[in-house]
């Protein structure tokens, strides 16, 4: 049986003095009698009891903790990097970054110039004449400077090739102070003629042979600029021209190419294939 708690009583016999008109004065009989009627009344309890018996707060029920997921018991159960091999981390770090630094250079990537005028040199069969390095054998030889010893420039070695030796048969052609003498055309062979070339497959020819084959020096700025404009005309970038050879005759020299005249007037100039040099000033003759 549950206790009335005595303070409870009390208040409840105030209530019930004010309302008869009571002073009070029998609120320890009349709790006295209530503890007495409540214990002797069995098991029923006053709205008032049961009331403060459902405020006192009660234990929650103890919640069920969740199973560990498979993965996570997986992690904590996992060998873990001991704290000592932290250490190497950053000597690792700096030998990765030392290894990867040495591939970072960039790779050697063949000038498309080079490898454009190879492929002409070849494919038009000069390479059959004079041979796949230059080095001669029923044509003359352009390997160890022997190319432009006799062609001090190249618009008079373009000229050769595109009307070929039988329209000069007989003539000297070329530098006369080359070692071995003056070359007369016809004399070893019948060089023949190119016509069906465009102004910048024939340059690029004779860029191969004087250049690469040749051994001739690149490094002069109208040299440099007219490799620089071959390219631009092989990518597309500056438009390619058919053979003139009228124009070609008018800018040789007529001292290394026969039927040259070298009148070329100032806009002409610019048009003629080969390096140009400064104005007031000569391309300088290897």
Not at 4 to 26: F, V
Request: negative net charge; proline residues 9%.
């Amino acid at each position: 049986m549950t206790e009335i708690p005595e303070h409870l009583l009390k208040r409840s016999a105030a209530r019930r003095g004010k309302s008869t008109g009571d002073d009070g004065g029998g609120a320890d009989a009349s709790a006295s009698t209530a503890v007495e009627a409540s214990a002797s009344s069995g098991p029923a309890q006053p709205p008032a009891v049961v009331q403060a018996a459902a405020a006192i707060p009660r234990d929650p029920e103890p919640v069920p903790e969740k199973p560990v997921p498979a993965y996570v018991q997986a992690s904590l159960e996992r060998k873990k990097m001991p704290m000592w091999a932290m250490g190497i981390i950053p000597f690792c770090a700096l030998l990765w970054a030392y290894s990867f630094a040495g591939t970072m250079q960039l790779p050697d990537v063949e000038d498309p110039l080079f490898v454009e005028s190879a492929a002409l040199y070849g494919s038009q069969g000069c390479a059959g004449c004079h041979g796949g390095g230059g080095g001669g054998g029923v044509g003359y030889q352009f390997s160890d400077g022997e190319i432009y010893a006799t062609f001090p420039e190249p618009i008079d070695q373009i000229v050769h090739i595109v009307r070929g030796s039988a329209a000069i048969a007989g003539e000297e052609y070329g530098d006369s102070a080359r070692p071995g003498g003056v070359r007369v055309a016809g004399n070893r062979g019948v060089m023949p003629n190119y016509p069906s070339l465009t102004q910048n497959e024939l340059e690029l020819i004779v860029f191969h042979e004087r250049a690469t084959l040749g051994g001739e020096d690149t490094s002069a700025p109208e040299y440099q600029e007219w490799m620089e404009h071959m390219r631009e005309v092989a990518e597309g970038i500056l438009p390619d021209h058919e053979i003139d050879l009228e124009l070609f005759l008018a800018c040789a020299n007529p001292e290394f190419t026969p039927g040259a005249t070298g009148d070329v007037s100032e806009d002409d100039a610019k048009k003629c294939p080969g390096p140009h040099a400064k104005e007031g000033e000569e391309v300088a003759a290897e």
